[in-house]
């Protein structure tokens, strides 16, 4: 547009100055024809021939040579100007174009993210110990625990602890006491850990290892007993009273070393094709491709983890929602507050070398180090490796060639089984 505006300025200029000259030509070439008169009446009075006809003709000449010259200078100035002048409709045929361009530009896609935890939250997780000889229909809040621990204990029985993050749950417990074995796991996701009470083991360590713990047994304040249970079983608490207590101690109540699995926004499906192979078709002799699946991989619409010869854990794969159900002992986990049954989106089966410490039956773990397992979701398993570094470190789950494992956008429970223990999975 300002480059239109200066040629047309540039035209302008040049036919006034055109205009000018023309004027002045002719003023001059009147001029001069004026001096040919005068000449001419003075050399009448002295009688001397009236005119001089070469020099009128030259005159004349002279005016039509420049006006040609104008006319033809004009002419040009005026096709340029039409040449090179802009046109409304370029404008807009350009900008058309331009529209086009960016109708055809494909539309940024936007990032899905986790619904289970919020990604962009430095939330501390807190690790809830969660008593587990109340039978199958007196807890509250493990369906809303992002991730979900349960370990041998003395006397063949299990314990479980709850990992919460972003929830602001109400009611969660039974709250039950600390084993050594679960500080390796709150550890990695660096939790706030809650506890009522603690074996000498776990005291030992908590200590040792600097834990930031809340022991009901001394910390009283953010637990209460309830009436429908008998004690030591009927302890709860809140979240918010946990975060409350734990800024009390100065406890850091924001972490970035909280994430443990490797998550997946989008749908985790272990029988994906891993890639292709011709077959010929004996009747007619064509070839045909068809997918190859991991060879490793198996059906998983239920499964049975045997943890002593009278306590089990198992699933059924409920595919219209794409989750598993979860059993104790045969019969469903129910959430108190809920009546509905407890179900899982990842499970994650990690088998352990097992020892017994004392003769209170108390069991130590080798938690460190690496070992087998399996990850099941979506209706199959595969099978897996764990590897722990140090008390501390993150546990890595990884496939047969090296990679490491992506689970659902869901919550998970993760069964740390005796390496004795049969797995069936079918």
Known sequence: MCQSNLFHAFVLVKLKRFQYFLIKVSKNIK???????????????????????????????????????????????????????????????????????????????????????????????????????????????????????????????????????????????????????FLDYALESDCIYVHYGWSPYAQNDIQALNVDNINGLYDSEPFWRTTTLAAPHNVFTSIEKIYAYAQSKSYPITTTNWKLLNYNPESVNLNEPIGQEEVIDEATGKTTKKDITNPELLLANSVSIPYSYYQTRSYTYDASRQVYLRFMNGNPHLDSSTQQQLYYKNIIIEKVVNHILDSEGRQDLDTVGTGTGYYIANGYALPITWTKESRNAKTKYTYSDGKEIEVNDGNTFIQIVPETSTITIE
């Open 31 to 181: 001029n001069d024809d004026k001096i040919t008169v005068g000449d001419n009446m003075n050399l009448e009075n002295s009688k001397t021939p009236k005119t001089k006809p070469k020099e009128l003709k030259k005159g004349k000449r002279k005016l039509w040579l420049w006006i040609g010259i104008i006319i033809i200078v004009l002419i040009a100035i005026i096709a340029l100007t039409i040449i090179l002048w802009p046109k409304k409709e370029d404008s807009s045929s350009n900008n058309d174009q331009s529209r086009e361009t960016e109708d055809k530009t494909e539309p940024e896609q936007i990032q899905k993210k986790l619904t289970i935890v919020d990604e962009d939250s430095n939330e501390r997780p807190i690790a809830i110990m969660i008593d587990n000889n109340v039978g199958n229909t007196s807890h509250q809040g493990l369906q809303n625990s992002y991730l979900n621990y349960e370990l041998i204990v003395e006397g063949g029985l299990t314990r479980i602890m709850a990992i919460f993050k972003d929830q602001d749950l109400t009611s969660i417990g039974p709250v039950r006491s600390s084993r050594h074995s």
